[in-house]
């Protein structure tokens, strides 16, 4: 297959397809457990701009599918971080899956905002990890 014609071989997108199937599997537990929570979240007093609850489900498979497609890109790229960088991906999900069960289950909100802070850290690291290598997001 010539570089050129790679990209429309039919294995070419398995990567991002299946990253994107795992994010959106982890998030679909999230997502299950978070239905159980929301009583007590409807309780809660919000700041004016949140949106309104039927914006999440579609925004967070947004994301969920961006993070594979991601993930799978970093993947085809297989650079000297790509170890790390998977690492970083599974912690991601799982610290997305649990900060859900910490909020939305468990009502535990010092321990969701402390989490909350994990998260922005670990995206730190995935998100160089990723970006290393390659200085471009989009496209081949």
């Known amino acids: 297959i010539s570089a ?12 991002e397809i299946a990253f994107a ?10 997502g299950i457990l978070t239905k159980s929570g929301m009583p007590a979240y409807e309780m809660i007093t919000k700041p004016w701009f949140t949106p309104p609850a039927w914006v999440f489900p ?14 799978g890109r970093a993947w085809k790229r297989s650079g000297p971080t790509l ?13 997305n899956l649990f900060w ?17 802070l994990l998260l922005l850290l670990n995206f730190r ?7 290393t290598g390659s200085m471009r997001i ?3």
């Open 4 to 15: 050129a014609s790679a990209k429309d071989f039919p294995g070419a997108r398995l990567p």
């Open 21 to 30: 199937a795992l994010s959106l599997f982890i998030g679909g537990i999230g």
């Open 58 to 71: 579609i925004v967070w498979t947004i994301l969920y599918i961006l993070m594979g497609i991601g993930m």
């Open 83 to 95: 170890q790390s960088s998977l690492w970083f991906f599974g912690v991601q999900l799982m610290l």
């Open 100 to 116: 859900t069960v910490w909020f939305f289950i468990l009502q535990l909100y010092g321990i969701s905002f402390v989490w909350l």
């Open 125 to 131: 690291f995935l998100f160089m990890g990723c970006w």
């Open 138 to 140: 989009s496209g081949y």
